[in-house]
C-alpha cells in the first residue's frame, strides 16, 4: 500500500516537470529568437549606414534619397531631389575623395536605433579627418531619420558650406644661370560654354569636331560637361597646349593661363620630368595632397615634389543663411613652394641634346673639380608639354611603341663602358706597380688567348702594332695588351682598386639608379670574364653619369669628386683614389689619344683645343665572330685647365659614326665658356 502510494506520487511530478521544461524551452526559444532578431535589425542598420556612405563616397548622389525617410527630408525643408543637389553641390564643391568611414556602431535606443561613424576625406585643401556623425534610423532600421549634421557635423537646416582655396604656385625649377627648365608659364586652355553648344544634333555635332579637332573623345568631352561644378555659362577647358591654335572649330574658345610649361622640351624631358593632377591613388597614397592640386610625375618634377609643389591655403567652414561663420572644419594657411636651381647650363643641355641627332644615347657634361653636372641628357626623348597639358591617344602610342624607348632615362641606366675604362685598369695597375708604362709587349695578329684552356675564345683587337706599351695600348685602344696586364695583376689587385673608386655605392643624386658593378658576383670565377673586365666589358655595369664620376679622378690629380645636381649642395670627393704620378702618367697618354695621328681620338685636333680623351667600343654580340650591337663612347676633359669633362654615349652606332664626331659642338661650347 505505501509503495502503491510513491509510485502515484513519482508518477504526478513527472509531467510537472515536463511542463516546466517545455515553458522553459520556450522562454529560451523566445529569448533567443529575440536575441537573433535584434541581431538582424542591426546588421540591417549597419548595412544601411554603410550603403548611404558609399553613394557620398562614389559620387553616386542621386542614390543618397532611398536610404533617408521621407518625413525626415520633409521636416528639414528637402526633397529627394534637393538633398541630392545639395550633396552633389558641397562634395563636387570642395573637390571631395578618398572618403572612408571607420567604427560604424549601431544601438539600440528608446524610439528605434542610433547610430555613429567617423568619416575621413580629402578636399582640395588636404586631408579632413576624423568628422564625427551620428543619427537614428527606424525601427526596423532600413532607413535614416536624416537631417542636415550628416553632411557635416553641426549643420543646421539653412546652413551652407564656405569653400575658398588659394592655390600654391609650385616652385620653378632653374638652370645656374636662373634660366627656366620648369616654369609657370603662359598657356592656352582650348574649351567651350555648355549654353552655347545648342541641343539635340546641332549639339551633337558640334561636340564630335571638337573632339577631333583636340585629338579627344566625344565620351571625354561629355564627361568633362557632365562634371559637378559644371554650369550652362562657366568655362569648360578641355585641352590645354602652349601655343595658340591656327583655328578651332565653332563653339570651341581659347583662354590663357598660367600652367607648367618645360622651355628646352625634348632636350631636358628625362631629367626634368613633367606633372600631372592629383589621382585618387595618390590621394590614397598621401594624405597631404589636395585634390585637383599637381604632383610631380617623373624626373626632378618628381624626385623633388615635396620642395616644389608647397602648399594650397584656404578655408573650408559651415555659414548660416546670413554667411556668418559658425564652425571651421579646415583652414590650411598657403604656403608657395620653392625654386629650386640646378648646376645644369642650359645652352649645354640643349647642344649636347642635339650632338644626338635623335638617336639613342647619352650625353653627360661635367665641371670636374666641382662635380656640378652641366649637362644631363637622353636620346630620343619626348615632349613633356604634352604630358603635362594632356596628351592626345596618338601621340601617347608613338611615344610607347617606339623600339628606342624615348621615356628611357639613358644617362642613369648602366651599360658596360668599353674601352674608356681602360684608363682606371691602367692606373690600377700603375699603382699596384704590376704595369710598367715603359715595358713593351711582343703582341702579334688580332686576336689572342692565354692557353687552350679559354676553349674558342679569344680577344680581339683592332690594329695589329707590336710591339705595346701602356701608351701604345691607349692610343690604339688596344685590348689584348690590356687583358694581359690584367691578368697579371690578378683578381684580388684589380678588385681591391676598383672598390676604391664608386662600385656599390648609392649617389646622392635626386636622380633614380642602381650602383655601378664590377660583377654579378663578388668573384669572377673565370680568366675569360677577368680578362675582358680589364678593357671594360664582361659584367661591368655604369651609367653614364657614374662612367664621368669614374674619371673624374683625372682631371683632379687623383682625388674622385662626386657629382652633384641642385647648386646648393655641397661638394663630396675621395680623396687619393690613385696616385698623382699615376694621373700625370695616364693624362699624357690620354692627351696622345687626341694628339697621335693613329689616336683613336684624333679627329678631335681639328678643335684646335687642348684635350685629354678615350674612345671606346662596347660590343654586344651572340657569337664570337659576328658583328654585334655596338655601343660608343668618348670621355674627355680640358687638359689645360680641367674645367670642363665631357661622356658622349651612343647607342648601337651604325658604321661610320661615333660619340667623338657628335661631341664635338659641345666641346666647343665648354671650351669658350668653361676654361
Do not use: C
Not at 628606342?404 to 682606371?424: D, E, H, Q
Amino acid at each position: 500500500m505505501q509503495r502503491s502510494q510513491k509510485n502515484q506520487k513519482k508518477s504526478t511530478k513527472l509531467p510537472i516537470i515536463i511542463i516546466v521544461a517545455v515553458v522553459l524551452l520556450g522562454i529560451a526559444g523566445f529569448g533567443g529568437y529575440t536575441v537573433y532578431h535584434a541581431n538582424q535589425v542591426k546588421k540591417a542598420g549597419e548595412q544601411t549606414v554603410k550603403k548611404f556612405i558609399a553613394a557620398i563616397s562614389d559620387g553616386k548622389y542621386n542614390e543618397i534619397p532611398k536610404y533617408l525617410t521621407d518625413a525626415s527630408l520633409k521636416d528639414n525643408g528637402f526633397t529627394a531631389e534637393t538633398v541630392e543637389e545639395k550633396y552633389q553641390n558641397i562634395f563636387s564643391g570642395i573637390n571631395a575623395s578618398n572618403i572612408k568611414a571607420k567604427d560604424i556602431q549601431i544601438e539600440k535606443a528608446d524610439n528605434g536605433y542610433e547610430f555613429s561613424y567617423t568619416l575621413s576625406l580629402n578636399t582640395g585643401l588636404g586631408a579632413l579627418k576624423d568628422q564625427k556623425y551620428s543619427g537614428t534610423l527606424t525601427e526596423d532600421n532600413q532607413k535614416i531619420n536624416w537631417t542636415p549634421k550628416l553632411i557635416f557635423p553641426n549643420m543646421d537646416g539653412t546652413d551652407k558650406v564656405s569653400y575658398q582655396v588659394s592655390s600654391a604656385t609650385r616652385g620653378e625649377i632653374l638652370d645656374r644661370n636662373d634660366q627656366g627648365l620648369a616654369v609657370n608659364g603662359t598657356v592656352y586652355q582650348i574649351g567651350v560654354i555648355p549654353n552655347q553648344l545648342g541641343t539635340g544634333d546641332e549639339r551633337a555635332q558640334k561636340i564630335s569636331a571638337i573632339a577631333d579637332s583636340i585629338g579627344s573623345t566625344t565620351e571625354a568631352v561629355n564627361s568633362a560637361l557632365e562634371q559637378g561644378w559644371v554650369q550652362d555659362d562657366f568655362f569648360v577647358p578641355l585641352k590645354t597646349v602652349n601655343a595658340t591654335p591656327d583655328s578651332v572649330p565653332e563653339g570651341v574658345e581659347v583662354h590663357q593661363a598660367t600652367g607648367r610649361t618645360y622651355p628646352l622640351g625634348e632636350a631636358a624631358a628625362q631629367l626634368i620630368g613633367y606633372v600631372g593632377k592629383v589621382t585618387a591613388e595618390d590621394l590614397e597614397k598621401n594624405d597631404e595632397l589636395a585634390a585637383e592640386s599637381l604632383i610631380g610625375r617623373t624626373g626632378l618634377e618628381r624626385a623633388l615634389d615635396k620642395q616644389l609643389r608647397g602648399q594650397d591655403g584656404g578655408l573650408l567652414a559651415i555659414v548660416d543663411k546670413d554667411d556668418t561663420q559658425k564652425k571651421v572644419l579646415q583652414e590650411v594657411r598657403k604656403t608657395d613652394g620653392e625654386n629650386v636651381k640646378l648646376t645644369i647650363d642650359a645652352k649645354a643641355q640643349q647642344i649636347a641634346y642635339d650632338s644626338l641627332q635623335g638617336q639613342p644615347g647619352s650625353s653627360v657634361a661635367t665641371a670636374p673639380k666641382t662635380g656640378d653636372l652641366l649637362a644631363v641628357v637622353s636620346s630620343p626623348s619626348f615632349d613633356p608639354n604634352k604630358l603635362t597639358n594632356g596628351i592626345s591617344q596618338a601621340d601617347y602610342d608613338a611615344y610607347n611603341n617606339d623600339e628606342n624607348l624615348p621615356f628611357m632615362s639613358r644617362f642613369a641606366t648602366g651599360y658596360a663602358p668599353g674601352s674608356t675604362f681602360k684608363t682606371v685598369t691602367a692606373a690600377i695597375g700603375l699603382d699596384a706597380g704590376t704595369i710598367e708604362p715603359n715595358e713593351e709587349l711582343a703582341i702579334n695578329g688580332l686576336k689572342w688567348q692565354k692557353d687552350s684552356s679559354w676553349g674558342g675564345y679569344q680577344v680581339t683587337r683592332v690594329s695589329a702594332v707590336s710591339p705595346v706599351n701602356l701608351r701604345t695600348a691607349l692610343v690604339y685602344s688596344d685590348n689584348i695588351y690590356m687583358a694581359q696586364e690584367t691578368l697579371k695583376m690578378g683578381e684580388k689587385t684589380f678588385r681591391d682598386g676598383l672598390n676604391k673608386f664608386i662600385f656599390g655605392e648609392k649617389l646622392d643624386l635626386p636622380i633614380a639608379m642602381d650602383p655601378a658593378q664590377i660583377s654579378n658576383e663578388d668573384s669572377f670565377n673565370s680568366e675569360v670574364l677577368l680578362a675582358d673586365t680589364g678593357y671594360g666589358q664582361g659584367q661591368l655595369l655604369l651609367n653614364p653619369i657614374q662612367q664621368i664620376t669614374t674619371y673624374s679622378v683625372f682631371p683632379n690629380n687623383g682625388t674622385l669628386v662626386y657629382p652633384k645636381l641642385i647648386a646648393d649642395a655641397e661638394t663630396k670627393t675621395k680623396a687619393d683614389v690613385v696616385s698623382a704620378g699615376t694621373v700625370d702618367t695616364i693624362e699624357q697618354d690620354m692627351e696622345a689619344v687626341v694628339s697621335d695621328p693613329n689616336g683613336t681620338a684624333s679627329s678631335l685636333q681639328s678643335l684646335g683645343i687642348p684635350l685629354a680623351a678615350k674612345t671606346g667600343t662596347a660590343e654586344i654580340k651572340e657569337k664570337q665572330d659576328e658583328r654585334g650591337q655596338q655601343n660608343s663612347f668618348l670621355y674627355a676633359f680640358d687638359s689645360q685647365n680641367q674645367g670642363y669633362a665631357v661622356m658622349e654615349f651612343l647607342e648601337d652606332r651604325a658604321d661610320g659614326q661615333s660619340a667623338t664626331e657628335l661631341a664635338k659642338e659641345l666641346l666647343t661650347y665648354l671650351q669658350a665658356t668653361y676654361q
